[in-house]
Structure formats: C-alpha cells, structure tokens
C-alpha cells in the first residue's frame, strides 16, 4: 500500500526524476550539515522516546503500574526497568529527570531548528548563484529568445518557493526519523498495538495521498499565475510612459485583478487542501482511538496501563502522520517550481558560451582588422529567411566604418556578429586574420566599446556608472573619458558633479545627455574597437557635431564603426557600407558614393 501511495505521488516520471535532483542538489550543498542534522534528529527521536517511557515511574509511583505486568521479553525489560525506577527513586528525582530530558530535548530542538533554517537559506543561496551564473554565461542568442519577466520571476518568485519546500523536506525529514524512533519504542512496549496503530495509520495516510496530487496541480497553476503577473508588471513598467500617454491605465489595472485574483483562487484552494487533510486527521484520529479503546477494552481486555501508554503513543504518533502529510502537500507544491529553475538551468548549461578567467586572460586588441567573409546569417534556423545574406567587408585597424540602410536592413544584426554574440550560419568572421574561438569571445568582447540604440545606465552616481564599466578608473580619467563624449561640461555643473545620481536607466538625464554619458563610459574602457548603434539618434545637431568631432579624433586610434541613420554625421567615414534587405548594396567613401546619381546613399540622403 505504501508503495502504491509513493506511486501515486510520484505519477509522472519528471516529478519523481526532479524530486531526486532536488534530493540530490541538497544533499551536494550541505553534506555534513545534513549529516549532523541527521544525527540531531535520532538524537531527539531516542529523547522523545526516552520521555514517554518516564510516563512508567510515574504510573509506577502513582500505583498505576505494577512491576509484574507483564513477563519475559524486551519490552517487560524495559518496563521493568523504568518501573524499577520508580520504586527505588522518589517522585522529586523522577520529575528531575524528566526535566532535564525536557530541557536537553528543547535544547537540540533550537539548535536543530537554527541549523535547518542555515541549511534553508544557505541551499536558497546555492541554487539562485549557480541559477545566475548559468544566466551570465549563457549565449544571447538563447537568452534573446525569454521574457526577461520569467527569469525575474524564476530567480525571484520560484527560487523563493523552492526555499520554502527545503524547509519542509527536512521537517519531513525529521518527523519521519523521529517517528521510527517512537513507533520503534512503542513496539518494545505493546507490538500487537503498535502494530494495528500502525496499519490503520498508514492505510489512512496512502487514502490521504489523492490530496498530494492536488497539491501539485494548484502549485503548477500558481507557477503559471505568478510567472504571468511578473511579467504584466514588467510590461507595464517598460511600458509605463506610454500607457500614461495613451491612458491606459485602467486597462493595465484590469489585467492585474484579474491575474491576481486567480493567484489568490489558487492559495486558498491550496489552504482548502491543507485545511481539509488536517481536519480528515482530526476526525481519523477520534475514530481510530475509539477503535481501539473499544477493542482493547472490550475484545482484548487490555490492561488500563498500555491502553493508557497506547493513548499517550498514539496521540504523539498520529499528529506526525499528519505533519508528514502536510509537508508532502507543500512539496508537491513546490515541485513545478523546482522543474521550471531546473529547466531554466539546464537551458542555460546547455547554451553556456566557454570563458577563460584569470590574470593571465588580457581583452585581445585589434591589430591589422575585422573581416566578414560571405556571412549567412538567420534568427529562426527553422526559417528560410535570412536578416543577413553574403556579407563581405573589412574594417581596416584603425579606420572608421559607417552601417546605413533603412530600417531592418540588418546593420544591428552585423553589430551583433562583430561582437560576438551572434554566429553566422555560414560563412566566417576573422579577427587579424583568424576566427574568434568560442573560448576566447568574452576577451575579444572586453576590448570592445559599445553604445546601443536604447543606452541605459544604473540608478547610481556619474563615478559608480563610470566605474561599473572600468572599476580602477581614476577621477582624471574619467572626466578625460566624459571630455571626450563631449559631457564633461554638463557634468562639472551638477551640484555633486560626479557624486551626481542619475536617475533609475538614466531618466533624469535627456537622451542626448544619457547618451553621451555611455559613450563616455564605453570610451573609459579604452576600447581597440568601438561601436556605436544608432548612439546619437537622439542628440540634437550640436551636440552630434561635438561626439563626431570626438570620434573623429580617435581616429587612427581606434577602430570604428558606426550605425547611422543621419548621413550628416558620416561624411568622413573612410569607408560607408549601404544595406538593403540583409545585403551590400553599395561601398565607398561618402564622395564616391554620392557622385553616382543612382546610388542608395543618395536614395538614403533624400529620404
Ligand atoms: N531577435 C530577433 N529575432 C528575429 N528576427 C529579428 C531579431 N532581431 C532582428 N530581426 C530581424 O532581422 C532583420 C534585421 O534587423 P536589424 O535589427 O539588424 O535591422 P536594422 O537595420 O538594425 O534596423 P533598425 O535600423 O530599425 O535598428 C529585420 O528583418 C528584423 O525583423
């Protein structure tokens, strides 16, 4: 029956394949702890033994107990001896005793519970590093493919939840080891008893396991809820100047009753479950005793001693059965949010880009160039459409390079395969001459300076925004680095100059000064090659004027390239590079180009 009870909890093979990956990730985190934590548990289980059977002097000493009840066998031993005990020792020693297991027992009891909650929060600790870390290392072109909601919610929410299932694996734990314990000590004392508690017990607690199933329905769906929540108010928070602009409020507001209504829906249908086990115990428990009072007393006319000893056992040993049905009903509930991290994980693991770390590891700087030779390259490998087809050109060590097209023409797409963080299909892109080796991308990316279209920067101050891209930077540095973007004026007339918090993603700076504040920033890395996607759309014609005289005052020193939909700003390119539908479509210098009356450029510039 107990088998068929485990089976019904474990139906589906992942559940059970992931409740062992939990086990075993648990038992990996905290070896020794668990160990001890084992050992506490035995230790408070013979405790909690040892304390029933100081019920005998005392029924000894009240006259309950006669030392010839019962002849031959341990469990005559043992209460022979206990009962001895109370004939030979008063009354005050007996309570003595029994206060000083009490105090020893509450004693390990704190200390179990301190070391469980060391273990809770330290395996909560483990999993959301090793969850981040697989997240950092992974590719971008598998983390483009999530909502950025469902990792929050995974690394936030699930996370959270798998913590508060540990707390329940090892009180499981611990009541299923004490419990053997007692049930152990109460077949010493009256096995035909303990025997019949027992089955009645377990052929009640496998009834009980349909409520399991439940349980991990609801935590299915509250996984679904939750993970849909985060990502409303993640939408709504990228997306909340445009709902104000529009007024949509409402309709946000809408939404988000309904999502957590249906959360609230599946908590208290969770709580319905737990509620209703534990009343099913309750009322399970009157039957059983009733039972058995009535056939001890009755049939088996038992001796009023172990009916009372058999009272005292059940009634510790049935509210353990019933804790242990409650905890596999949280675990249950948790499980779907473990598969769902563990899912996540192994993804990640699986898409994991290789690093080399260390002092030894420099950023790799460009020496003779970047060339592209017949790049393929599509976003869907399913898909027969490709955002780039063909492409061949070279970026010459320290010349500038301009991307134009319309929009969705592929220039970002070539930016990403520069960088990195993107493979062709086909094709190959060589760095001095040779192919960038997986293992070697995050040193080629580290000499990389980059400012995108949407640049963003953390809600701290200009130095910690500064010092987030080179941590060493000094402060001549860096107002060398803000000189150069062409900001260092707006910069020394703030009140707390570089103290100065900009706001959360830089809201309290315009675009353009935004802007300019992570080119300034990229520029402080003293990158051998900088890319800027679209970086001055948003600058007004001066302050474009200003960047562009800056960049162009690396020129030579750097190698450039620029994504740019004002023509204006790439006149001295040495080379422009026109794409139409993911293909070169033109190459030259902005006079070669524009003396064709035919040329895209030209096309590009009238529009
Ligand atoms: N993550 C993606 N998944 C699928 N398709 C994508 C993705 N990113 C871009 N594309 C597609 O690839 C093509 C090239 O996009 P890309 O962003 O490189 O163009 P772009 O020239 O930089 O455009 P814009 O000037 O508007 O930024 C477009 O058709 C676009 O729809």
């Given at each position: 029956m107990a088998g068929q009870a485990f089976e019904q909890f474990f139906k589906e093979k992942d559940a059970v394949r992931n409740f062992l990956f939990y086990i075993k990730d648990l038992y990996a985190y905290a070896k020794l702890k668990i160990l001890l934590n084992l050992v506490l548990m035995v230790l408070l289980g013979l405790l909690e033994g040892i304390g029933i059977l100081m019920l005998i002097p005392f029924l000894s000493i009240a006259g309950i107990l006669s030392s010839t009840t019962a002849a031959g066998g341990a469990d005559f031993w043992l209460k022979q001896f206990f009962s001895d005990l109370g004939t030979t020792i008063s009354l005050p020693v007996v309570l003595l005793i029994y206060t000083g297991i009490i105090f020893v027992q509450s004693w390990l009891r704190r200390y179990q519970s301190n070391l469980n909650t060391r273990i809770q929060q330290g395996f909560y600790s483990f999993l959301s590093i090793r969850m981040f870390q697989a997240l950092a290392y992974t590719k971008w072109s598998s983390l483009m493919a999530r909502k950025k909601s469902d990792v929050t919610h995974l690394l936030t929410g699930e996370l959270a939840r798998v913590s508060g299932g540990t707390q329940y694996v090892l009180q499981m734990t611990a009541t299923a080891v004490i419990s053997t314990i007692q049930i152990g000590i109460a077949f010493l004392l009256s096995p035909g008893l303990t025997f019949l508690v027992l089955l009645g017990g377990m052929a009640f607690f496998c009834w009980m396991q349909r409520y399991v199933k439940e349980a991990k329905k609801t935590g299915a769906s509250i996984s679904q809820h939750t993970r849909n929540l985060f990502f409303d108010v993640t939408e709504h928070?990228?997306?909340?100047?445009?709902?104000?602009?529009?007024?949509?409020?409402?309709?946000?507001?809408?939404?988000?009753?309904?999502?957590?209504?249906?959360?609230?829906?599946?908590?208290?249908?969770?709580?319905?479950?737990?509620?209703?086990?534990?009343?099913?115990?309750?009322?399970?428990?009157?039957?059983?005793?009733?039972?058995?009072?009535?056939?001890?007393?009755?049939?088996?006319?038992?001796?009023?001693?172990?009916?009372?000893?058999?009272?005292?056992?059940?009634?510790?040993?049935?509210?353990?059965?019933?804790?242990?049905?409650?905890?596999?009903?949280?675990?249950?509930?948790?499980?779907?949010?473990?598969?769902?991290?563990?899912?996540?994980?192994?993804?990640?693991?699986?898409?994991?880009?290789?690093?080399?770390?260390?002092?030894?590891?420099?950023?790799?700087?460009?020496?003779?160039?970047?060339?592209?030779?017949?790049?393929?390259?599509?976003?869907?490998?399913?898909?027969?459409?490709?955002?780039?087809?063909?492409?061949?050109?070279?970026?010459?060590?320290?010349?500038?390079?301009?991307?134009?097209?319309?929009?969705?023409?592929?220039?970002?797409?070539?930016?990403?395969?520069?960088?990195?963080?993107?493979?062709?299909?086909?094709?190959?892109?060589?760095?001095?001459?040779?192919?960038?080796?997986?293992?070697?991308?995050?040193?080629?990316?580290?000499?990389?300076?980059?400012?995108?279209?949407?640049?963003?920067?953390?809600?701290?101050?200009?130095?910690?925004?500064?010092?987030?891209?080179?941590?060493?930077?000094?402060?001549?540095?860096?107002?060398?680095?803000?000189?150069?973007?062409?900001?260092?004026?707006?910069?020394?007339h703030l009140p707390e100059r570089l103290n100065t918090v900009v706001g959360d993603r830089g809201v309290r700076l315009s675009g353009g000064e935004r802007q300019r504040m992570v080119l300034a920033r990229a520029l402080l890395r003293k990158p051998s090659v900088l890319i800027l996607d679209e970086a001055t759309s948003s600058l007004d014609g001066e302050n474009e004027k200003r960047i562009y005289q800056a960049i162009e005052s690396l020129h030579g020193r750097l190698t450039i390239l620029v994504i740019a939909h004002r023509l204006s700003t790439i006149r001295k390119a040495d080379q422009i590079i026109v794409l139409d539908q993911g293909r070169i479509v033109e190459k030259g210098n902005y006079a070669n180009l524009m003396e064709n009356k035919e040329s895209r450029l030209r096309a590009l510039a009238a529009i």
């Open positions: 928070l990228n997306g909340i100047k445009e709902v104000k602009t529009c007024g949509m409020e409402t309709r946000q507001i809408e939404n988000f009753i309904k999502l957590r209504q249906a959360i609230e829906n599946n908590f208290v249908r969770f709580n319905r479950i737990q509620s209703g086990t534990d009343m099913l115990y309750r009322v399970g428990a009157a039957v059983f005793i009733s039972i058995f009072l009535y056939s001890g007393i009755e049939i088996f006319q038992i001796q009023a001693e172990e009916l009372l000893l058999m009272v005292v056992i059940f009634a510790r040993l049935w509210p353990r059965l019933s804790s242990l049905q409650v905890g596999l009903q949280q675990v249950a509930m948790m499980l779907p949010a473990f598969q769902a991290v563990l899912d996540f994980e192994s993804q990640c693991l699986r898409d994991q880009e290789k690093y080399l770390e260390g002092p030894a590891y420099a950023p790799i700087e460009l020496r003779s160039g970047i060339e592209l030779k017949h790049v393929f390259f599509r976003y869907q490998q399913e898909s027969s459409s490709y955002a780039l087809r063909d492409i061949s050109f070279s970026l010459p060590a320290g010349t500038t390079t301009a991307l134009v097209g319309v929009s969705g023409s592929g220039k970002s797409t070539v930016a990403d395969l520069i960088t990195g963080l993107i493979t062709p299909q086909q094709g190959e892109i060589l760095i001095d001459g040779t192919p960038i080796a997986n293992s070697a991308l995050h040193l080629w990316r580290r000499g990389i300076g980059y400012v995108p279209q949407d640049a963003f920067l953390f809600h701290a101050s200009i130095r910690d925004n500064m010092g987030w891209a080179h941590p060493g930077a000094s402060e001549e540095e860096i107002w060398k680095a803000l000189k150069m973007a062409a900001i260092d004026e707006f910069a020394a």
